[in-house]
């Protein structure tokens, strides 16, 4: 193999075990595992690709935009419309578009829902 064929592989490679933000921004990979809330009040949790917003807690409203990454931070909870996680929790974010909205608590990875320290909105 040559030497820019390795270094190809090598970052190709980096590039993908890297998990990103809501803004794609890199994160270590410990804290791909993490969910919880910091010191800024979010909480910060994986998230299932491609999640997408809803201008309400409703999957029968607007498709306000997605969540592209494996990480993202939310800043506040609500009840909704009750969604295959078995509750009625949505969980509101600035999605990867730039747009605001609900994610629904399935398609984050929390351990429970509410999550525990987030405020409620």
Not at 31 to 48: F, T
């Amino acid at each position: 193999m040559t030497a820019a064929l390795g270094a190809f592989a090598v970052t190709t490679l980096l590039a993908m075990s890297v998990p990103t933000t809501a803004h794609g921004a890199s994160v270590p990979a410990a804290h791909a595992a993490e969910c919880g809330v910091r010191s800024d009040g979010r909480l910060y949790c994986g998230n299932k690709v491609g999640a997408k917003g809803y201008a309400d807690r409703s999957y029968r409203s607007a498709t306000r935009g997605q969540l592209n990454g494996t990480f993202s931070w939310f800043v506040c909870w609500g009840h909704g419309d009750p969604h295959p996680g078995q509750n009625d929790i949505w969980y509101w974010t600035q999605l990867d578009n730039g747009a605001w909205g609900n994610v629904p608590a399935v398609d984050v990875n929390t351990g429970q829902d509410p999550a525990p320290g987030l405020r409620e909105c």
